[in-house]
């Protein structure tokens, strides 16, 4: 009992002593030095005259790689540009200064050009729990030309950098144009010292993951990225290949470049040419038979209504293929004959494309190849009713949800099964 009240009397000086000692070896206390950080941060963010690029990288594993967002701050309040919105379109919402394990700035109200890739239903990611992105953060470090954060919940680094003195709208125009083109490769490839790698890039509902999986005679190692403003590719943690390290990449000549390594990013093409022959034509079924030039490929192939080509291009029909495609029991080698499944009376077109295939992912790697079209055999005969319906009708709503104005367009019934149903198409 006697050592438990010594304790206790000798604890306060103790404590006295640290909290002193603390005090003088930084000669401010920890709330004086948390308050000093946050106004330093607030007169870095605020005198930035044209705001900053945050590179906001959301989900703890960077798995979705990284998004440019433009912000501008002004006393409590912050201006946003993000890929959720686009070139011309902003959203003000309110931020503010605390301190968790150090100061953090947070964004406090929603902001839809923000907040989309932390709130849990997004659209893209997993229902709950959306991007996973943070709206709280560490402030690591201010300067004048340089904020450094970290993100509270994902401990990932976020930078900002000024922006120059350009307006928004052209200069996130020239960026989305930019991305848009850099990111439309159907497949990826990595050369470096002679020898070329396969990369899976993964699609996350809908959503083009910045991030990239290389695959060597060692194993996969992944780096996550994220588009630069000055046209290019930049990685979260350098990415390491055969142990040569690639930090940035510039977008030149339709491929991504390192000057340092001579490494290149490039699309997977192809050289695979197709040729059908058409045969045992009936009306709910046809035998078509397929043959590629290169036979230790794989591809896919499927006959597709004519019509369907009225309103969709040669890409959206390859990638339409691509999303039933669900067995790699669907794909073939070498010549191949199939019976498919056709609707009567339809004019159809075989179409087949080369597939590669990388950690499970698969990529076409060649363009839509279309051989010449047939139709299928003669159903029940339409009546008069059934075939009053076909053909191309000018609808008009009564209102709209967006305009709350009417709105009119053409849509097109044709023939599916004779009697009994119609294919829509233009709605």
């Known amino acids: 009992?006697?050592?438990?009240?010594?304790?206790?009397?000798?604890?306060?000086?103790?404590?006295?002593?640290?909290?002193?000692?603390?005090?003088?070896?930084?000669?401010?206390?920890?709330?004086?030095?948390?308050?000093?950080?946050?106004?330093?941060?607030?007169?870095?963010?605020?005198g930035a005259a044209n705001g900053w690029l945050m590179e906001y990288y959301p989900?703890?594993?960077?798995?979705?790689?990284?998004?440019?967002?433009?912000?501008?701050?002004?006393?409590?309040?912050?201006?946003?540009?993000?890929?959720?919105?686009?070139?011309?379109?902003?959203?003000?919402?309110?931020?503010?200064?605390d301190q968790d394990y150090g100061p953090t700035i947070n964004f406090d109200t929603y902001n839809p050009y923000f907040h989309i890739y932390s709130e849990p239903n997004s659209g893209v990611g997993p229902t709950n729990?959306?991007?996973?992105?943070?709206?709280?953060?560490?402030?690591?470090?201010?300067?004048?030309?340089?904020?450094?954060?970290r993100g509270k919940k994902t401990q990932n680094t976020i930078v900002l950098t000024p922006l120059p003195e350009t307006a928004w709208n052209t200069m996130f125009g020239k960026y989305s144009a930019d991305v848009n083109k850099m990111d439309n490769f159907r497949s990826y490839e990595l050369v470096l010292n002679g020898k070329t790698y396969?990369?899976?890039?993964?699609?996350?509902?809908?959503?083009?993951?910045?991030?990239?999986?290389?695959?060597?005679?060692?194993?996969?190692?992944?780096?996550?990225?994220?588009?630069?403003?000055?046209?290019?590719?930049?990685?979260?943690?350098?990415?390491?290949?055969?142990?040569?390290?690639?930090?940035?990449?510039?977008?030149?000549?339709?491929?991504?470049?390192?000057?340092?390594?001579g490494a290149r990013i490039q699309e997977t093409v192809s050289n695979?040419?197709?040729?059908?022959?058409?045969?045992?034509i009936k009306a709910t079924s046809v035998d078509v038979e397929t043959t590629p030039t290169v036979a230790n490929e794989y591809y896919y192939f499927d006959v597709v209504p004519s019509s369907a080509f009225a309103s969709a291009s040669d890409e959206e029909i390859l990638y339409e293929l691509m999303d039933g495609i669900t067995?790699?029991?669907?794909?073939?080698?070498?010549k191949m004959m199939k019976t498919l499944t056709v609707d009567s009376d339809t004019e159809y077109i075989p179409c087949a494309f080369g597939l590669k295939i990388v950690?499970?992912?698969?990529?076409?790697?060649?363009?839509?190849?279309?051989?010449?079209?047939?139709?299928?055999?003669?159903?029940?005969?339409?009546?008069?009713?059934?075939?009053?319906?076909?053909?191309?009708?000018?609808?008009?709503?009564?209102?709209?949800?967006?305009?709350k104005q009417p709105i009119t367009f053409d849509i097109t019934l044709a023939k599916k099964v004779a009697n009994t149903s119609y294919s829509l198409t233009g709605w």
């Open 1 to 46: 009992m006697k050592k438990l009240i010594i304790l206790l009397a000798v604890l306060p000086l103790v404590l006295s002593s640290c909290l002193k000692d603390d005090k003088d070896a930084f000669g401010k206390t920890a709330s004086e030095r948390i308050r000093e950080v946050q106004e330093g941060t607030e007169k870095a963010l605020t």
């Open 59 to 97: 989900s703890a594993t960077q798995e979705y790689g990284g998004i440019a967002i433009y912000m501008k701050f002004q006393n409590g309040t912050v201006t946003v540009t993000s890929e959720a919105g686009g070139a011309g379109k902003t959203a003000e919402s309110l931020y503010s200064y």
């Open 129 to 149: 729990t959306g991007m996973g992105g943070d709206s709280e953060f560490i402030i690591m470090s201010y300067a004048a030309d340089k904020v450094v954060l």
């Open 198 to 261: 396969d990369i899976a890039r993964e699609v996350a509902d809908n959503y083009n993951s910045r991030y990239f999986s290389v695959v060597t005679e060692s194993g996969v190692t992944s780096a996550s990225f994220i588009y630069t403003q000055d046209t290019g590719l930049k990685f979260y943690e350098p990415l390491v290949v055969d142990g040569v390290s690639i930090e940035e990449m510039t977008w030149s000549g339709g491929m991504f470049t390192d000057e340092v390594s």
């Open 272 to 280: 695979n040419k197709f040729t059908f022959a058409v045969s045992g």
């Open 327 to 334: 067995s790699m029991n669907q794909l073939s080698l070498g």
């Open 359 to 403: 950690n499970g992912w698969i990529y076409p790697i060649t363009e839509l190849a279309k051989g010449p079209a047939f139709v299928s055999g003669q159903g029940d005969p339409m009546s008069p009713e059934y075939q009053a319906w076909l053909g191309t009708w000018t609808v008009t709503s009564t209102s709209s949800e967006k305009s």
